[in-house]
């Protein structure tokens, strides 16, 4: 089956710092790609997706790109704020008559100091 | 908020009690979907339907788990004899046709 492997965490950083999370994962064929985003006392929220090689997401400032030849989908911002303070989680869709089943990486803690 | 709404929000339950919860999803979202989460873990799929059928279920859902979605609107997941190792987070999703998936807020049980 499909599984994830994401960047262990705790990750913090201080206000406007430069982000990567590291995601790669192994699939069947050529899964959507997304990224979701859980803030503290909140449930989950699609941060990004990307849904065929070399297809950019992008929202709020974050970024990722789909790398069929890595099997990877790493996140980036190229300044963070206090406010995105979450867990990050990176997750392949099934795809196909599956669409829909998420596989969920262990996520990555991400603080930011003022 | 997404518009997927879980009752009850919290749960707390001695061990070998049953439990069930609900999920209402958006109206006319056609799949609708079950996870689990632990503490410091990702959300582990346990099941899902398309309409009212029950498409797939992971060998996560033991024989005590059992999961209904009447009609193709609410579901529910119920748990029978809890166990303390069921303590967790229990998340419903639910998706449009060819669309992303929406989240509740979730369920957080607690076995005793």
């Known amino acids: 089956g499909d599984s994830v492997t994401q960047m262990e965490g705790p990750v913090t950083l201080s206000e406007e710092a430069f982000l990567t999370i590291n995601c790669t994962y192994t699939a069947t064929g050529y899964p959507s790609l997304f990224w979701y985003v859980q803030y503290p006392g909140e449930g989950l929220q699609l941060l990004l997706k990307a849904t065929k090689a070399d297809d950019k997401g992008s929202n709020k400032g974050f970024e990722a790109t789909y790398r069929k030849e890595t099997t990877s989908f790493h996140l980036e911002k190229g300044s963070v704020q206090v406010s995105d303070s979450a867990v990050y989680f990176c997750?392949?869709?099934?795809?196909?008559?599956?669409?829909?089943?998420?596989?969920f990486g262990q996520g990555t803690i991400l603080t930011v100091h003022p | 908020d997404t518009g997927v709404s879980q009752n009850p929000r919290h749960k707390i339950t001695k061990r070998g009690q049953n439990v069930t919860f609900r999920c209402d999803p958006i109206s006319e979202h056609n799949r609708l979907y079950w996870y689990r989460q632990t503490l410091g873990q990702g959300p582990e799929f346990l099941t899902y339907f398309q309409n009212e059928a029950q498409l797939e279920k992971s060998r996560l859902l033991s024989d005590r788990f059992s999961a209904e979605r009447p009609k193709g609107s609410f579901s529910t997941l119920e748990i029978q004899r809890t166990e303390q190792g069921d303590s967790a987070m229990y998340l419903c999703a639910t998706i449009p046709r060819g669309g992303t998936q929406y989240f509740g807020p979730g369920t957080r049980l607690t076995v005793l």
């Open positions: 997750a392949p869709d099934a795809g196909g008559t599956s669409y829909g089943k998420l596989t």
